[in-house]
C-alpha cells in the first residue's frame, strides 16, 4: 500500500509538471478540463497495471532470497509503519471531517433559504452579503441585489455555466481523492488548476454569448474581493483574475491541440512501464532442476548436430518433387537449425526446402480471397462510418448552434425587457417631475397673477387719490371764484349806492 501511495504521487506530480508547462495558459479549456480529470484516474490506475513476467528457476534459489528478504524487512522495519499508518489515517480523519462540514452547511444554506425555481436552475437568495457561487444547479446570490436588479446579466451567465456544465462533479471528486492523498501537495495544486479551468470555461461561455470582453472584464474586477465562499462551490470571484484576463486573449489553433496531445502518448506510456507493478512467476522444470546447459550455451550440442546432419542428408537426397515429409521433423529441423551457431550452420548441411502442403495452398488462397474481401468490406464500412460521422459532427454543429441562438435569444429577451422596464420607470420618473414642473409654474403665475391685482389695486388707488385731489382743488377754487364773485357783486352795489348817493 505505501508503495502504491508513493507512485500514484509520483505519476500526479508529473502530470501536473506537464500542465503547468504545456497547458495551462493555452485557450483549449474542455481539453484541459478532460486532462486534468484523465490525469487523476490514470494516477490512481497506472500502479494497479501489472505485467508478469515468466522465468525458470530452482524451489531451493526461491526459498532463500525470499527467507533472507523477510529477515532484513523485520530487523529494518518494526516500528515505522506503525507510525507512518497513524499519522496518515489522522490526516484522512481531519479531512473527511472538514469536507463533511462543507457539505452540511451548503445543505443548511438551501434549506434554510428562499429558492426560486426556474427551468433547470433554482435560486438560492441569502440575507448576508455574498457574491454569487453554485453548487450543481443551486446559484447562491443576495436577495437584496437580486431583488433591485443589480445583479448583472453576465454575473448570472456565469454561475449558470457552472451548473449546466456540471462543475461540481469534477469539484466533489478532487475533494474526495484529498481525503485520500492528504499527503501529496500537488492533489492540492490540480485542486487548485481544476476550479481555475472551471472559471476559464464559464467565462468563454459569457464570450460567446455576444458580450464584450472589456465589459467583463470589469464586471470581473468589480466582482473580485477576498471574501471566503465555501471550498465545494464554484464563485465568480475565484483568484487569479489577471490570469483568466490573459487566457481570455489567448487564441489556440486546432493544430496546437492535436500536437500538445500527441505529446501524451509518449508520456502516458512513459509512466505506465515505470510505475506500474512487475510481477515474476517461476517456473519449474519437471525435474525441478534448470537445464543450465540449455539456457547458458550459445550453440547446439555435437548430439543436436550430428541429428540434424541426418535429418537434412535424408530430406537433401530426395527429389523435391516427390518427397515424403513429415511435420515432427520439420519442426525438429527448424528447431535444432535455430539452436546451432553461424560456423556450426556454415560447416553443417544446407536447410532443405519444404514445399507447402497442398491442403496448406488452397487454405492459403481462401484465406487471401478472404482477407480481399474483408478489407474491402472494411473499406466500405470505414467509409460509411467517416459519412456517419461528418453528418453527425454537422447535427452536432447544428444543435450547438440552435442552442447558442437559443440562448442568446432569451439574454436578448431578459436584455429587452429590462430595457423596456428601465424606459418605463425613466417615464414615471420624467412624468412625475413634469407634473411637480407644471404645478411650480402654475403657483409662480397665481403668485405673479396676485402681484399684478395687487399693483393694479396700488395703482388704481393711487388714481383715484389723485383724482380726488384733483375734484377737491377744482372745488376750492370754484368756492373762491364765487367768495371773489359775490364780493364783486357787493363792492358793485356798495359803488352803485355811492354813486346814487353823490347825485
Not at 44 to 50: D, E, H, K, N, S
Amino acid at each position: 500500500m505505501e508503495i502504491y501511495l508513493l507512485k500514484s504521487g509520483f505519476c500526479l506530480a508529473i502530470f501536473f509538471v506537464f500542465y503547468k508547462m504545456f497547458l495551462e495558459r493555452e485557450n483549449m479549456n474542455t481539453f484541459k478540463r478532460f486532462y486534468l480529470l484523465g490525469s487523476l484516474f490514470a494516477a490512481i490506475g497506472i500502479p494497479l497495471v501489472t505485467f508478469t513476467i515468466y522465468s525458470e528457476t530452482s524451489s531451493v534459489f526461491i526459498s532463500s532470497a525470499t527467507e533472507g528478504l523477510v529477515s532484513e524487512n523485520l530487523t529494518i522495519l518494526n516500528y515505522l509503519p506503525t507510525i507512518l499508518w497513524s499519522i496518515y489515517f489522522i490526516g484522512i480523519l481531519f479531512f473527511s471531517i472538514r469536507f463533511g462540514r462543507n457539505l452540511a452547511s451548503i445543505i443548511l444554506k438551501i434549506k434554510r433559504n428562499q429558492k426560486l425555481k426556474l427551468k433547470t436552475f433554482i435560486n438560492v437568495l441569502l440575507n448576508e452579503k455574498v457574491t454569487p457561487h453554485t453548487f450543481f444547479n443551486y446559484i447562491f446570490l443576495n436577495k437584496q441585489k437580486f431583488e433591485e436588479q443589480k445583479i448583472p446579466v453576465e454575473v448570472l451567465l456565469h454561475e449558470q455555466t457552472h451548473a449546466i456544465q456540471k462543475h461540481s462533479f469534477d469539484v466533489l471528486f478532487i475533494e474526495i481523492l484529498q481525503i485520500i492523498f492528504w499527503f501529496n501537495p500537488f492533489i492540492h495544486l490540480i485542486k487548485h488548476a481544476i476550479k481555475l479551468n472551471h472559471e476559464f470555461l464559464a467565462d468563454k461561455a459569457v464570450l460567446n454569448m455576444g458580450v464584450t470582453p472589456a465589459v467583463y472584464q470589469n464586471l470581473l474586477l468589480a466582482f473580485s474581493s477576498n471574501a471566503s465562499e465555501n471550498k465545494l462551490a464554484n464563485a465568480i470571484n475565484y483568484s487569479l483574475i489577471k490570469k483568466r484576463f490573459t487566457v481570455m486573449k489567448t487564441y489556440t489553433s486546432k493544430r496546437n491541440i492535436r500536437v500538445r496531445g500527441l505529446l501524451l502518448l509518449p508520456l502516458f506510456t512513459l509512466l505506465l512501464f515505470s510505475f506500474s507493478t512487475k510481477k515474476t512467476i517461476y517456473l519449474k522444470n519437471k525435474d525441478n532442476t534448470i537445464d543450465l546447459v540449455e539456457k547458458i550455451q550459445d550453440k547446439a550440442t555435437a548430439k543436436q548436430v550430428a541429428e540434424y546432419n541426418v535429418l537434412a542428408k535424408k530430406y537433401n537426397s530426395q527429389p523435391r518433387n516427390n518427397r515424403k515429409i513429415l511435420n515432427s521433423e520439420v519442426e525438429r529441423l527448424k528447431y535444432l537449425y535455430s539452436k546451432m551457431s553461424a560456423n556450426q550452420k556454415a560447416n553443417a548441411e544446407p536447410f532443405p526446402s519444404f514445399p507447402p502442403p497442398p491442403e496448406k495452398v488452397k487454405e492459403l488462397k481462401k484465406k487471401q480471397k478472404t482477407l480481399m474481401l474483408q478489407e474491402s468490406k472494411l473499406e466500405n464500412k470505414n467509409k460509411l462510418i467517416k459519412v456517419r460521422r461528418i453528418a453527425l459532427i454537422d447535427k452536432k454543429n447544428i444543435e450547438i448552434e440552435k442552442i447558442h441562438l437559443a440562448k442568446l435569444e432569451k439574454v436578448e429577451v431578459v436584455r429587452v425587457k429590462r430595457i423596456a422596464e428601465r424606459i418605463k420607470i425613466n417615464l414615471a420618473k420624467f412624468e412625475k417631475v413634469e407634473v411637480v414642473r407644471v404645478k411650480r409654474i402654475a403657483e409662480r403665475d397665481k403668485i405673479k397673477l396676485i402681484e399684478i391685482k395687487k399693483v393694479e389695486v396700488a395703482r388704481n388707488a393711487k388714481i383715484n387719490e389723485v383724482r380726488i385731489k384733483r375734484v377737491e382743488e377744482r372745488k376750492n377754487i370754484l368756492i373762491k371764484l364765487q367768495l371773489e364773485n359775490e364780493k364783486k357783486a357787493k363792492q358793485n352795489q356798495v359803488n352803485k349806492k355811492i354813486k346814487k348817493d353823490t347825485i
